[in-house]
């Protein structure tokens, strides 16, 4: 029976986690390697596969479909996290999945602000009041401060080249 290698990621912790899975995962088998793994699920806890828009749910003998090696399974206390950016004088907001990678929130508000292409790419997301800029396969929930399931970034320059 061949073996899915999965990492596992969690609201509040920085560490991946690995876990197998056996072929024909069901939600309950999946819960339970998550369980085994040291997750900690409780009703307010969300299980979501890669950077998927709806959380798995339904019925516990349900297939789940979608995984494959290497891939992330997020659990969050977010069904969904508002990802607020500014740019120069502008300010938008949009909701993305707790496992949306940065470089998704850059997209979308490099389209919102209407940014030409070569402006665009440099230009990087840096979390707002802080230097941190995190880099763009950073899932989203990593940067979400306890149970707030919304988080801040100003869309800057990566370099200021005076001259």
Known sequence: MSKTTIFIQV???PDVLEAE???????????????????????????FLDDAEDHLHGDHNQPVHGLKRG?????????RITATVHYLDKTAE?????GARLRAVKAWAVHKFGLDPKDA??????????????????????LVQGHHCETCFDLVPEKRVEG
């Open 121 to 142: 790419t440099e230009h990087v997301l840096q979390v707002c009041k802080s230097s941190d800029r995190p880099p763009n396969d950073t899932s989203l929930h990593r």
């Open 11 to 13: 609201h509040g912790r």
């Open 21 to 47: 899975l056996a072929e024909g995962v069901t939600l309950e088998s999946l819960r339970a390697a998550l369980t085994k793994a040291g997750v900690t699920i409780d009703e307010e806890s969300f299980i």
């Open 94 to 98: 949009h909701t993305f999945p707790p």
């Open 71 to 79: 891939c992330r399974i997020h659990v969050c206390r977010c069904r």
